[in-house]
């Protein structure tokens, strides 16, 4: 168990070792609260909650469905083109 103190402002460092396995970078936001155990720092999410289909919405596909046969065949065509372009073989 590590330690740590409270300085005059309230500030309290977590140990470095702590931050790195929780990938707490500076500017990391966390919701306080007061539990029976002591207290406890929940980070909050960089992004809002969102759900698949307004996630796929980014995509820019607008059309029927297509197969997973359909999606391959365009990637492995787009990924021909740009090799292609680049002048790979």
Not at 39 to 65: Q, R, W
Request: hydrophobic share 35%.
């Amino acid at each position: 168990m590590e330690t740590t103190l409270m300085s005059s402002k309230g500030q309290v460092i977590i140990p470095k070792a702590i931050r790195t396995s929780l990938h707490w970078g500076p500017g990391t936001r966390f919701a306080v609260e007061e539990t029976p155990a002591g207290v406890l720092l929940k980070p909050l999410n960089i992004f809002p909650p969102t759900d698949l289909k307004s996630g796929l919405g980014c995509a820019g596909y607008d059309g029927p469905a297509k197969s997973i046969d359909e999606m391959r065949e365009g990637i492995d065509e787009e990924l021909a083109r740009t090799w292609r372009k680049e002048g790979r073989r």
